[in-house]
């Protein structure tokens, strides 16, 4: 089992800047990747972006530029670097975990956080 919590969720005015966290523990090395979706409500969780085990990231194409995903192995977390912020970038944020192969795809994770909570204000 792996465990996955997040944190750095805030309220924050457009055009701020947040950074999540999203620490891993438990059977860290069954995962290769690690990403983050996001969910609004009455809208589907939509992948962000994921980072795999060599370094390689993916991104959304409504992120990409914006946000970063990173990772330090040492500590088995990942951050997203959020910048320029927009009210339609609130959400719950979801870091999430998988064996496998990139995704974009939800249900092909196996863990999943908690969520933090992403308020941007006009």
């Known amino acids: 089992q792996v465990q996955l919590v997040e944190s750095g969720g805030g309220l924050v005015q457009a055009g701020g800047s947040l950074r999540l966290s999203c620490a891993a523990s438990?059977?860290?090395?069954?995962?290769?990747?690690l990403a983050w979706f996001r969910q609004a409500p009455g809208k589907e969780r939509d992948f962000l972006a994921a980072?795999?085990?060599?370094?390689?990231?993916y991104y959304a194409d409504s992120v990409k530029g914006r946000f970063t995903i990173s990772r330090v192995t040492t500590k088995n977390t990942v951050y997203l670097q959020m910048n320029s912020l927009k009210p339609e970038d609130t959400a719950v944020y979801y870091c999430?975990?998988?064996?496998?192969?990139?995704?974009?795809?939800?249900?092909?994770?196996?863990?999943w956080g908690q969520g933090t909570q992403v308020t941007v204000s006009l």
């Open positions: 980072i795999a085990w060599t370094g390689t990231t």
């Open positions: 999430a975990a998988r064996p496998g192969t990139a995704t974009t795809q939800a249900n092909a994770y196996n863990y």
């Open positions: 438990g059977r860290t090395s069954s995962t290769n990747l």
